[in-house]
């Protein structure tokens, strides 16, 4: 007895087709610049009993280019990379991947945070800040008469 198969016409090219795409949409596919990815402030967020530790990564930034304000249990970093114009006679950019402009990050803490004993330190690209939690305010209970 013979076997009946159906012939598919682009079997071949589809199956070519697959082979030749695996793996090209595991990542994003980026056809021109796109800020949104490579300006983000990139943050790292740990807690103990009595503060919060952050580590934001901000590359190529001048310490005083850097403004962190704290208010009750939200943060925001904010930070300006600015555009150097040096420019030589008979050159010109080819081809730039570097990001002039403004960036922030805002967040929220569980817990508010204590300004008055609030630090930073800008070392390496790595911003870190030293976050005491508030003394939490004891409630009361009233009673209803």
Do not use: C
């Not at 310490?63 to 150097?84: A, C, F, P, R, T």
Request: charged residues 30%; aromatic residues 6%.
């Amino acid at each position: 007895m013979a076997n009946i198969t159906r012939y598919d016409p682009f079997g071949d090219v589809t199956s070519l087709f697959d082979d030749l795409s695996k793996g090209f949409f595991l990542r994003p596919l980026s056809l021109g610049h796109t800020p949104e990815l490579s300006t983000r402030i990139k943050v790292d967020v740990k807690e103990d009993d009595g503060a919060y530790t952050v580590h934001a990564e901000i590359p190529g930034v001048k310490k005083d280019d850097i403004h962190v304000s704290l208010e009750g249990n939200q943060v925001s970093i904010s930070s300006e990379v600015k555009k150097e114009t040096e420019e030589k006679k008979g050159e010109r950019v080819v081809h730039s991947e570097r990001f002039f402009g403004k960036v922030m990050r805002t967040f929220t803490l569980a817990q508010d945070v204590d300004e008055a004993g609030a630090t930073a330190k800008y070392s390496d690209g790595v911003l870190e800040l030293r976050l005491p939690k508030k003394a939490a305010t004891s409630s009361k209970k009233l009673t209803v008469q």
